[in-house]
């Protein structure tokens, strides 16, 4: 496995704004992801977060709301812009190692008022 | 997309019983996850399956990939008050595609 810290852990924030959220491995990783998870709700794939090239979104999500950075192997960003209510949600990073197995971050829990 | 179908959706269990829930799905995995998650963390990996019929055990949980590939469960014995979160379950068929449940919410009274 792999040792994923998030930052931030929570956030409470305006609507209109724009929040960045990074994912730190302790070592190099195959696959970076991110999720989304609404209250209550089960995880949702936003995009895959590719080295050196642009994010690969899932259906309903664009790159324009959600902009991905990953500038190396063990470094990821997720940018939630011009935020809205519905836009509060924990936002999960996970890798993938050797064995392709997804380990998950604790999250940022995000609070658009 | 392949639509996973967990359950049951809660659970609300004395300290000591065994615990049951399941995950079908109309589509087959090549790999089949349970995750448990607690308040305020991300998903933890509890058990992860790779073959048909494979039974796995880790402490008192015990998961089996069912025969058709298209269903697994997830059993807890003598549940202990930290049992208590959300357990997912996550079919994945190839390196980025994994789907999860919609989760079994467990509460322990002890």
């Known amino acids: 496995s792999a040792v994923i810290s998030q930052k931030p852990s929570r956030d409470i924030c305006q609507r209109g704004t724009s929040l960045t959220i990074q994912c730190q491995v302790d070592s190099q990783v195959t696959m970076m992801f991110w999720y989304r998870q609404q209250p209550g709700q089960s995880l949702t794939l936003i995009a895959t977060?590719?080295?050196?090239?642009?994010?690969?979104?899932e259906s309903g999500f664009v790159i324009d709301k959600f902009p991905i950075s990953r500038p190396n192997l063990t470094f990821s960003t997720l940018t939630v812009s011009n935020m809205s209510p519905e836009d509060s949600s924990i936002y999960l990073c996970?890798?993938?190692?050797?064995?392709?197995?997804?380990?998950f971050g604790a999250g940022t829990r995000l609070s658009v008022l | 997309g392949q639509q996973l179908n967990q359950s049951p959706q809660s659970m609300f269990i004395q300290e000591g019983e065994d615990v049951s829930m399941n995950c079908t799905s109309s589509s087959i995995f090549n790999t089949w996850l349970w995750y448990k998650q607690d308040p305020g963390e991300g998903p933890v990996l509890l058990i992860a399956?790779?073959?048909?019929?494979e039974l796995t055990s880790n402490g008192r949980l015990t998961a089996q990939f069912g025969i058709t590939r298209k269903d697994s469960f997830l059993n807890i014995s003598a549940s202990i008050p930290s049992d208590v979160g959300i357990y997912f379950c996550?079919?994945?068929?190839?390196?980025?595609?994994?789907?999860f449940g919609a989760g079994t919410r467990l509460t322990v009274k002890p």
């Open positions: 996550a079919g994945q068929v190839f390196n980025n595609d994994m789907r």
């Open positions: 399956l790779y073959k048909a019929g």
């Open positions: 977060a590719n080295q050196g090239s642009e994010a690969t979104y």
């Open positions: 996970s890798v993938t190692t050797g064995t392709n197995i997804q380990y």
